[in-house]
């Protein structure tokens, strides 16, 4: 089993800018994709950007020029390093890491951006 432990979340101005962080923990061997996700209030969780193993990246659109994804894996963490906020990226971010067939979440970090 896996444990991601997301950290570095909070409350920024528009146009500011922040870094996520989630290690991950426990049985980490043959982690494949980490990502972020996130969840608005009385919104649907979104794919925000995810990277493989080998470092192969994807984006949401709405995010792509803004957000950087990216790993180390000898450390077994990725971050997310987010510019250019707006307001609507207010949301819960959560960590996912996948391990084989295997999904595992972290519990979560705000990120509140104001206008």
């Known amino acids: 089993q896996v444990q991601p432990v997301e950290s570095g979340g909070g409350l920024v101005q528009a146009g500011g800018s922040l870094r996520l962080s989630c290690a991950a923990s426990g049985s980490i061997f043959s982690i494949n994709v980490m990502g972020w996700y996130r969840q608005a209030p009385g919104k649907q969780r979104e794919l925000v950007a995810a990277i493989t193993r080998g470092g192969t990246t994807s984006y949401a659109d709405s995010v792509k020029g803004r957000f950087t994804i990216s790993r180390d894996n000898a450390k077994n963490t990725v971050y997310l390093q987010m510019n250019s906020l707006k307001p609507e990226d207010t949301a819960v971010y959560y960590c996912?890491?996948?391990?084989?067939?295997?999904?595992?979440w972290g519990q979560g970090t705000q990120v509140t951006v104001s206008s």
């Open positions: 996912n890491v996948e391990r084989g067939s295997i999904a595992s």
